[in-house]
Structures are given as structure tokens and as C-alpha cells.
């Protein structure tokens, strides 16, 4: 009998019942709640008179809609009216139900996916839910994670697991050695680009490869974030010591004697040597150079040595119209190349990457360095209260503002632009989050997708440039 | 939930791929608490011509007349046919919910996202695949007859074309019960608390740092 993958671990020892129809129920550990997907869950328990089942395995921090400048007057100084009741709701419906809450102006607060795994809330060997789709990031941990509709995040408030049918298992190993100022964003970028947004629909996508496992964790939940980007519901990298010393001595991770234990049973969350894939990809690290996406969807994607497509050259027709959307939207030319887009606004931040070592990334690249005068602005706003704290203790704050990037407080910011922080109509922005769709990050606003250090590029030029350039100056 | 046994409706074609749950429902409007209302703000970025605001009253404003809901031969029109990796993107249920408070039954695509795919399920809208060859059949169909209707039964697991050409679809056999019978999910797993509990003792003594509780 062929071993088994992760993914098949962690099903088999969450798998609570298995129906005859195929259907499964299985347990889940934590959950995470936020305060755009949760108000109409916690509704439904009060109507039909239902109590959680395990309150104390739920957090909950408020991230989409709070605002990223100064905010110490509290919720009450959210201008938008309609914000404001949202984050109180979720104020409010854990206070009713007794959930532990980082609010606002908490420390602790920041984008649910920095903060579950900050907390050692996520754990190796987990089952990690949110009413949010880059839930897929916990999976960084060896942790089967991935995101809900509000229907399931109030099944699981109420019964503590899910209705599920298994996914199957892919594989995208990707081996070799990154090149200098290739980042895990180019990575997953480069993925994307190859396999499609619907690529790894219907699996858990495993990532792996010598190229993976040299990358950081942090670096690791860049990719799992984006596996929904693929398709994927589910992102997942092995456990290694990386990752083991990731949550010695955060505040929920085991303690003692447990640590121990804990240990042990984590060094089991690889994928069997003999284990089947139902899907594999391979990619070679060295066929990946920093990423631009041009147009609305993540897998238009290219090299940022790359000129913009032509969709004369498209035969299949459904496509070639694709791209003449995205290019009237975007507002570019075919052919043109991707260095000359010029730029209005630059965003680094969003659950892709917030944290820390985005942030040491993207200041490395403009310490010294000014912001071109073309651009209206430049963000950078932390994953969590924690990642500003400790991004300030490393004066990063400082080398931003030099550089004359706004320095802001943790939230989801930009990323969707739920809160004040939005693209104007036509806009070009080099944005570190994760979606480039019409509209994402204002109306009328056009995304690119890059990762930190060729955004804070980006941002120096005033246009897309090679980041490497930048390196060897 | 409510029931889908059989329907009968207009269909509306929305000729392009990856349809996003942004384009769907635009953030803007995610910000309600409540579960009902987003009809009038379904694909509000494609629907209307200006950038639409939340509890703003969208009678008055300017339609994309291109847009194929702004059509009036598609008006009244209960299931979407779409193209393929319908509903990517982000998980919210709202997407769900404003096609359903719109007054669509159903979508039928080639492929649908996998999120998007299990939140339609448990609000009483059928997701149906059907292969590439015959969602272009059906688009090709829907462009020269004016007032197509397409016919879903659920029980039978087949679209009926007006010709009475039929389709059958898969359908996970728990979702069809559910969709059936109007079954609330919740309820029924909670049958199963004995096995839930059960689970939980034996879990405890494997891996006891998971029921630590999160705490302040
Ligand atoms: S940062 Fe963006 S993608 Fe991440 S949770 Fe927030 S809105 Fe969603």
C-alpha cells in the first residue's frame, strides 16, 4: 500500500465520521473570526437558540474594516458609519458569547492569517478554519487550513466541525536554488502563472521541493496564501525544524512536558516517501524571475522583463477576449513593455505580505533612497501590532518615512480597500497583496502584484523595474 | 433552508471566464450584517456605470446598457449561464446571497470555484456543471432564441432544453438530499454529537495542547 501525504494525515486524524455518501464530518481546532463574514454566522446561533461548542478554541480580531491611520479614539472614530457598526457587531457578539477578541487598539491586533500563527493559535498537525479564503496560509505549518462561507463558519461555532468531502492531493515541488532578489512571492506568482487560477481546484496543494523547504516560514505562508490564487483551497508545506522553532514559546503554543510531546508527533507532518499525488507539478527554481502581474486575474502574470501580451497572438478565442478586457481595463497596450507602466501608488502590506521579513525586505531596497515624486503615495502597513513593534525596534519605521512612504497602522488596509486606504479610477498601484480582480483594491483601480522588494523598487522608479538592478547599485 | 426540487426559468449568458466573487458582490456592500438585500448590488461594478455606495437607493442610477442583466429579454431571468472557474476568489457568501436575492435559482458553468461551489449549496442555489461543448451549446442557444428557459430538475439530475434536449449533471449525494429536502446542516450534524464527543476524548489523550483553550 503506497504511504501517505500530508493531506491524508491530517484528514485521518480529524475524520470524526465517514457517511457512505462520501461526505465526512471532520473536527476542526481553531477558528478564527473577523468582522466582515462572522456577523450574519453569530445571527443564525441567536435564532435558532444554539450556544458554541467550544468557545475557548475560537479567536477573534478585527482587520478589514479598521482604519490604518491614527486611531486611538477608538472604534467610535471610524468615519464610515457602516465600518463602524461592523466592527462593533464583533465587538459585541464576543463579548455576548464570551470569544476571546484582540480589538483594535490591542497590541495583538493585525490580518487574522499574521496573527493566528504570531499567536501559536495555528499549530503543526491543526485543523484551522476562517470565514475568509487565505485561510490557506496556515497550512505553512503543516496545518490543514483553508477558508469558509459564514453558513460553515456557524456550523463550526455550533458543532465544533464541518460537513467535508476529501480533496484530492497535488503536488507543486519546486527544486533548485532561487536566485538572488527572487522571493517567495515570485514564486507563487511564477506557479500561477503556469498552472492557472483554477490549476489546483478540488485538491490540497502540497508544496515542496529543495527550493521550499530553503525558503523561511514566513516565506512558505506567502505561498500557501496565494494557493487559492491556484485554486487550491488548501496550501500545505511538511513540518521541519523551521518550522518547530517557529512556535517555541508563543503564547499558545504547548508548554513543558507537552512541548515535548508536541514535538514528536510534529515531526510526522511530511508527506510518506512512497505516497501517491493524484497531481504533480515540477517547476525549476531557476526558470523564476521577480513577477508582474499586467492584467484582472493572478495568472496574468510575467517576468517583469516581459512585454505585455497581444491577444492577436491568442488562438484560443474565450482567451484572447480575456485579454483585451484586462487590457482596456488596465489601460495598457499590447506589446508594451512591462518596465514602462507607470505608477500612481505603491501598497505593501495584506496577509501575503505583512510581516516581518516583507518589511526588512522592502526597507533594504529604499533605505537611502527616495520615492519618486511621480507617485501620490506610498504605503507600508504592518501585518499585526506586533510586526509594527517589532519593525520599529529594528527602525524600519524610520528608514520608510526617510524614503517618504507612509508608515501605518495593521489592518487589511489597501488589500480590498474596506476601509479608507483605496485607488482612485484608473490608478496603477504595485500592490504586495494577492488579487488583482476589477475593482479590488478601489473602483476603477488597476493592481499589480509584485513582492515586497520589487514593490519598494517600484516605488524608488516611479515605474516597474528589475529589483536586481536596484541590488547591485 | 429552502427547498430545490424543480425550476424553470429564464437564462441569462455572462460570456466570460473567472468570474470573481469581487466582481459578484464588490466589498463596498460586505459591510451589512445582514444575510438579505444585495440583489440590487449583484455585479454592481458591471451593472452600473457608477461607483454604487451601501444603503444607497439604486432605482435612479445610470445602467450599463451592455451589461446582459440590463437587457430586457433577460429580465426576470432565475439561472446564470456562465464560463468556467465561476465564483474564484475571495470565500464570502455574500456572492451566494445577492445571486440568490437577485432571483437566480441556478448557475450552470463548466467549472466552478471550489468555495463558491459549497456556499451555493447552503443557501438553496444550485451549482450545475456541465462540459465545455454543452455550456457552448446552451450560450449559442440562449443568443438566438429570445426568452430561452431552461428546466432544472434536481431529481432527475438533467437540465431540460426547450427542444427537450436533456443534460445530466452530478450532484454529491448529501448536497442533493439537503437541497431536496430543504435540510439544515447544522441540525443534522448535531445528531452526531455522541460521535463529535467521542472523538474529542480520544483526541485529548493524542494531542492534549489542541483543547488548550485560547484565552486573554
Ligand atoms: S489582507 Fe486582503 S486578502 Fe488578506 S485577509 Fe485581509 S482583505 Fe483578505
Redesign the interface.
Same mark, same amino acid.
Given at each position: 500500500m503506497a504511504g501517505k501525504t500530508l493531506y491524508d494525515k491530517l484528514w485521518d486524524?480529524h475524520l470524526?465520521?465517514q457517511?457512505e455518501? *462520501? $461526505?465526512a464530518?471532520i473536527?476542526i =481546532?481553531?477558528q478564527i473570526l473577523h468582522e466582515?463574514?462572522s456577523?450574519?454566522a453569530f445571527?443564525g446561533l441567536r435564532l435558532?437558540g444554539?450556544k458554541p461548542?467550544r468557545i475557548?478554541?475560537?479567536?477573534a480580531t478585527p482587520d478589514?474594516?479598521v482604519p490604518t491611520t491614527a486611531r486611538a479614539g477608538g472604534v467610535d472614530q471610524i468615519v464610515?458609519p457602516?465600518?463602524r457598526?461592523?466592527v462593533k457587531?464583533l465587538d459585541s457578539n464576543c463579548d455576548d458569547f464570551g470569544i476571546?477578541e484582540f480589538k483594535m487598539n490591542d497590541l495583538r491586533q493585525g490580518i487574522v492569517h499574521v496573527v493566528g500563527p504570531e499567536q501559536g493559535?495555528t499549530?503543526p *498537525? $491543526?485543523t484551522v478554519v476562517c470565514? =475568509?479564503?487565505h485561510t490557506s496560509t496556515h497550512g505553512a505549518f503543516g496545518a490543514l487550513a483553508?477558508?469558509?462561507?459564514?453558513?460553515?463558519v456557524?456550523?463550526v461555532l455550533?458543532?465544533?466541525?464541518l460537513?467535508a468531502?476529501k480533496m484530492k492531493n497535488m503536488l507543486v515541488r519546486v527544486d533548485g536554488q532561487l536566485g538572488a532578489g527572487v522571493t517567495a512571492k515570485d514564486v507563487v506568482l511564477h506557479i500561477i502563472g503556469v498552472i492557472g487560477?483554477?490549476g489546483g481546484?478540488?485538491c490540497a496543494m502540497e508544496f515542496g521541493g529543495s527550493a521550499i523547504q530553503s525558503l523561511s516560514v514566513e516565506g512558505r505562508m506567502t505561498i500557501c496564501n496565494m494557493s487559492?490564487e491556484a485554486?487550491a483551497?488548501v496550501g500545505m508545506v511538511a513540518v521541519d525544524d523551521k518550522t518547530i522553532e517557529y512556535f517555541r514559546g508563543r503564547p499558545?503554543?504547548?508548554k513543558g512536558e507537552?512541548w515535548d510531546?508536541?514535538v514528536e508527533?510534529w515531526k510526522d507532518l511530511v508527506s510518506d516517501a512512497d505516497a501517491e499525488f493524484d497531481h504533480v507539478v515540477e517547476i525549476r527554481a531557476e526558470d523564476i524571475k521577480p513577477q508582474v502581474t499586467w492584467g484582472t486575474?493572478p495568472e496574468m502574470v510575467l517576468p517583469v522583463d516581459a512585454n505585455v501580451p497581444n491577444p492577436e497572438a491568442e488562438a484560443d478565442a474565450?482567451?484572447a477576449?480575456?485579454i483585451r478586457?484586462a487590457l482596456k481595463y488596465m489601460g495598457l497596450s499590447a506589446d508594451q513593455k512591462i518596465t514602462d507602466i507607470q505608477l500612481d501608488r505603491v501598497f505593501i502590506g495584506s496577509c501575503t505580505n505583512s510581516r516581518i521579513e516583507d518589511l526588512r525586505a522592502a526597507a533594504e531596497v529604499v533605505k537611502g533612497r527616495k520615492v519618486a515624486a511621480t507617485l501620490k503615495q506610498a504605503l507600508v502597513v504592518p501585518g499585526s501590532g506586533l510586526v509594527k513593534e517589532q519593525a520599529e525596534k529594528e527602525g524600519l519605521d524610520k528608514i520608510f518615512i526617510e524614503a517618504g512612504l507612509e508608515w501605518r497602522e495593521p489592518g487589511c488596509s489597501m488589500c480590498?480597500?474596506?476601509n479608507p486606504d483605496k485607488l482612485g479610477q484608473g490608478e496603477h498601484c504595485a500592490s504586495t497583496s494577492n488579487?488583482n480582480?476589477?475593482?479590488?483594491q478601489g473602483?476603477?483601480g488597476r493592481t499589480h502584484l509584485v513582492s515586497p522588494a520589487m514593490a519598494a523598487a517600484a516605488a524608488v522608479a516611479g515605474h516597474f523595474v528589475d529589483v536586481r538592478e536596484l541590488m547591485n547599485q | 433552508m429552502r427547498k430545490f426540487t424543480q425550476h424553470t426559468g429564464v437564462v441569462a449568458p455572462l460570456d466570460?471566464?473567472?468570474v470573481?466573487t469581487?466582481?459578484i458582490i464588490?466589498?463596498?456592500f460586505?459591510?451589512?450584517?445582514?444575510?438579505a438585500g444585495f440583489g440590487p448590488n449583484l455585479f454592481d461594478?458591471l451593472r452600473y456605470m457608477d461607483?454604487g455606495q451601501?444603503?444607497q437607493d439604486c432605482s435612479g442610477r445610470p445602467l450599463n446598457p451592455d451589461f446582459v442583466l440590463n437587457q430586457p429579454r433577460y429580465a426576470g431571468s432565475s439561472v446564470l449561464l456562465a464560463?468556467?472557474?465561476f465564483g474564484?476568489?475571495?470565500?464570502?457568501?455574500h456572492a451566494?446571497w445577492a445571486l440568490d436575492d437577485y432571483g437566480f435559482r441556478a448557475v450552470i458553468a463548466p467549472?466552478f470555484?471550489?468555495?463558491f461551489y459549497?456556499?451555493c449549496f447552503?443557501?438553496g442555489l444550485l451549482p450545475i456543471v456541465l462540459n465545455d461543448s454543452q455550456v457552448d451549446q446552451l450560450f449559442k442557444e440562449v443568443e438566438v432564441n429570445e426568452g430561452y428557459q431552461l428546466t432544472i430538475d434536481l431529481e432527475r439530475q438533467v437540465v431540460v432544453s426547450p427542444s427537450g434536449e436533456e443534460f445530466a449533471f452530478e450532484v454529491?449525494?448529501?448536497?442533493r438530499?439537503c437541497l431536496l429536502e430543504g435540510l439544515d446542516?447544522?441540525g443534522?450534524?448535531?445528531q452526531?454529537?455522541d460521535?463529535?464527543k467521542a472523538?474529542?476524548e480520544r483526541?485529548r489523550q493524542?494531542?492534549?495542547?489542541?483543547f488548550?483553550?485560547?484565552?486573554?
Open positions: 486524524a470524526v465520521r457517511n455518501d *462520501g $461526505s464530518l473536527y =481546532d481553531r466582515v463574514t456577523p450574519q445571527e435558532a444554539r461548542w475557548d478554541a475560537n479567536l478589514h474594516n464610515d457602516v465600518s457598526i461592523q457587531t476571546v493559535m499549530l *498537525g $491543526s470565514g =475568509d479564503s483553508h477558508g469558509i462561507g459564514t453558513s460553515e456557524e456550523h455550533a458543532t465544533q466541525c460537513i468531502k487560477t483554477a481546484t478540488g487559492i485554486g483551497r499558545f503554543s504547548p507537552q510531546r508536541a508527533a486575474s474565450v482567451k477576449d480575456g478586457r480590498l480597500a474596506m488579487r480582480f476589477e475593482g479590488r473602483f476603477g | 466570460r471566464a473567472n470573481d469581487d466582481m464588490p466589498k463596498q460586505l459591510k451589512s450584517i445582514k444575510r461594478e461607483e451601501p444603503d464560463r468556467e472557474n474564484c476568489g475571495s470565500s464570502r457568501e451566494p467549472s470555484a471550489d468555495i459549497n456556499n447552503k443557501n454529491d449525494g448529501f448536497r438530499h446542516d447544522i443534522l450534524t448535531l452526531n454529537a460521535s463529535i472523538y474529542e483526541r493524542e494531542a492534549p495542547w489542541l488548550d483553550a485560547i484565552h486573554n
